[in-house]
């Protein structure tokens, strides 16, 4: 439908066009860096070691946090819900892994199940908690909603804090289920659990997951529920007027949003072997959501690279620059600087850079590095220039008639 | 939302023949909060009529469409559509059942193109043929909405936007529709050409529920209309009763 629209768009006014359809110079370039950015990630584990980069350490978690921001913008994005405690779900997942797989869990002694098992059902738990979530707060938009999900995040790892005798509270949950993957071991092909420090096993476990979560809210994004998501985004109002049963499809938006980070909690918990409440604190939340808005509210794409850009700098730049300035520091040999940057510690001062570059992009972009084009136009104000001539013509004709 | 009672969403929809009132308002008190927004409006609806309901500000208008869509519900008093009471379904539902609202200040997604937003009219259906042939009713109706097809709704003049507004309400194919203001903020040309339209619509077998400011426009063509004042009726009738009605004349069409 939209490439006939663009089509026709094109021929009244060339102009326009060009920027639209996909085949200008801008648009080659866009495809070209998508294309090497998947060629990028599929074959990441053989680069890095190839370049002997060795971060083999922190890429899966990153990759863990983009398939969080994918779910999220299905909320945020996509049917326009401000969540601000998405980390609760993030955590429901993981502990619903442990619960399921781990033997220090309460229901060791009468249910353990293996860890592709307890992924599925850490899918469903999250969606039924994302339901749990959106219930009550239907009636509420905008501000009064973000307070609620702020408080969601905050009451439940509060919640698994104080739930000592199942969730073991602050001491964490340990020896949580590992998936099993077809390997060659001693010469035979069998499914072996994955060994703890295999980096490149993991990283193409959550690769796969996080491709088929792609390619899921890419299928989303176009059906039926994508639409009437975007609707009620725009007006819920006349989304209701146009027979879209809001309720249904504002639960369904929390509900499948945080199945999401249902699968990704259960690969968190299960990559990590340990889970206690601390990791699943408000900056998680935080983090995730300005992986969205940095990549842009609402594309798929632009998400995945925000994603990919701010794991980049939290889990790998900020310790990787340190030490670059501290070999500075070290190599110099100045008398003030030289100190000074050999006892620097980026790391102190992550959330600091961090929110001034966000500050910075709020001002110069707000829309995001990529936007989705419809949310592009919202940030930016209603009618381009081409609404202020129509509007002015109209009104001169019918001004004219009437004289 | 609290639409127990009758849930199944898809009812059959029923020849017309049934009940000759297309849609009864029978005492409909509504609230907003403590407000007591519609003190006991009962109208009715015949099928193929256009009946218009003008008032000043605040009266009520938009409080009363509200009401038949199930955006608000009634505390007291029945909303009936073909004689089957509607005032306890959820706004979607009632869609389903052949009522369509263009709601006030058109609402137009305006972030979709005109295309998209006739797309979303049809959100209820499945019947993908017969929303071609709407489509392209539609398109007929309007003209002017066929050329900007690929444009973003946010980008259309005001007038149309009404028409957009209008025609995505029509790409639901209902049997009733209620019509908010349909003149508001437009150069009196194009009211003339929405009103036109309207009869149009009208012809074609679609019955309409006028809600209007502009009562000279209104009465002249709907076939009966209501006079709303804070929340009440005062008066009821055949429009050319309405216009000679000395009352009406003078606050609703500025004679003296």
């Known amino acids: 439908m939209s490439a006939a629209a663009t089509t026709s768009k094109a021929r009244q006014n060339p102009a326009f066009g060009l920027r639209r359809n996909g085949q200008t110079p801008d648009g080659v370039v866009r495809n070209a860096v998508l294309v090497t950015f998947i060629i990028f990630l599929a074959l990441y584990p053989i680069i890095d070691r190839g370049l002997g980069l060795q971060k083999m350490g922190a890429v899966p978690g990153i990759l863990i946090f983009t398939i969080l921001a994918l779910g999220l913008n299905i909320v945020v994005g996509f049917a326009g819900l401000l969540d601000l405690g998405y980390a609760a779900f993030f955590a429901i997942g993981g502990y619903t892994a442990a619960f399921l797989t781990s033997p220090t869990s309460p229901l060791a002694p009468y249910f353990q199940t293996n860890f592709y098992v307890a992924m599925i059902l850490s899918f469903f738990v999250a969606a039924l908690f994302g339901v749990i979530l959106g219930a009550p707060t239907l009636r509420l938009r905008g501000d009064y909603l973000a307070i609620v999900t702020l408080a969601f995040g905050e009451i439940v790892p509060r919640v698994i804090l104080n739930l000592e005798q199942w969730t073991k509270g602050a001491r964490g949950m340990k020896a949580i289920g590992v998936p099993t993957l077809p390997t060659v071991q001693n010469g035979q092909v069998g499914l072996y659990e994955i060994y703890n420090q295999n980096q490149t096993e993991w990283y193409y476990l959550i690769f796969t997951v996080g491709a088929i979560s792609v390619f899921a809210i890419y299928r989303l994004a176009h059906s039926r529920i994508g639409r009437a998501w975007m609707a009620m985004r725009e007006d819920e109002l006349a989304a209701g007027a146009m027979g879209i049963n809001l309720v249904q499809t504002k639960l369904l938006a929390f509900a499948i949003g945080a199945s999401f980070s249902g699968f990704a909690g259960s690969i968190w918990a299960s990559m990590l072997q340990f889970i206690d409440p601390f990791q699943f604190d408000f900056s998680i939340s935080v983090i995730v959501l300005a992986m969205v808005i940095l990549g842009g509210i609402g594309n798929t794409w632009g998400v995945i690279f925000g994603g990919a850009v701010l794991g980049f700098y939290d889990r790998i730049l900020t310790s990787d620059a340190t030490s670059w300035l501290r070999g500075i520091g070290a190599a110099v040999d100045l008398p003030v600087i030289s100190s000074v940057l050999k006892e620097i510690d980026l790391t102190n001062f992550k959330f600091g850079i961090f929110g001034a570059a966000l500050v910075i992009l709020m001002l110069t972009r707000p829309e995001g590095l990529f936007p989705n084009r419809a949310r592009a136009l919202e940030m930016k104000g209603e009618a381009g220039p081409e609404a202020g001539d129509a509007i002015t013509t109209e009104e001169r004709t019918a001004a004219g008639a009437r004289a | ?256």
Not at chain 2, 5 to 22: I, K, Q
Not at chain 2, 211 to 232: D, H, I, K, W
Request: charged share 20%; proline share 5%; with cysteine.
């Open chain 2, 1 to 256: 939302m609290s639409a127990p009672a009758v849930t199944t969403p898809a009812a059959p929809r029923r020849a017309a023949s049934e009940s000759p009132l297309a849609l009864e308002l029978r005492d409909v008190h509504t609230y907003y909060g403590h407000i007591h927004a519609l003190k006991g409006v009962s109208l009715n609806v015949q099928h193929g009529e256009i009946v218009t309901l003008i008032g000043a500000n605040g009266a009520g208008k938009t409080t009363t469409l509200r009401t038949i869509s199930g955006v608000l519900h009634p505390r007291q008093g029945e909303v009936l559509l073909q004689g089957d009471r509607i005032d306890k379904l959820a706004p979607h539902q009632i869609v389903l059942r052949g009522v369509c609202q263009s709601p006030e200040g058109r609402r137009i997604f305006s972030r979709m193109t005109v295309r998209e937003n006739l797309e979303m009219g049809a959100f209820a259906r499945r019947d993908a043929g017969a929303i071609a042939a709407d489509f392209d009713r539609v398109l007929a109706l309007f003209p002017r909405l066929k050329e900007r097809l690929a444009q973003k709704g946010g980008t259309l003049s005001g007038g149309e936007q009404q028409m957009l507004a209008i025609g995505r309400a029509l790409m639901s194919s209902p049997r009733v529709l209620l019509l908010d203001e349909p003149s508001m903020g437009l150069a009196p040309m194009l009211v003339e050409t929405i009103f036109t339209t309207i009869v149009e619509i009208n012809r074609q077998g679609v019955t309409v529920l006028l809600v209007e400011q502009n009562a000279l426009m209104a009465l002249n063509v709907a076939s009966r209309g209501y006079v709303l004042e804070t929340g009440r009726i005062v008066l009821g009738g055949p429009a050319q009763e309405l216009q000679r009605n000395e009352q009406v004349q003078k606050s609703y069409l500025g004679i003296e």
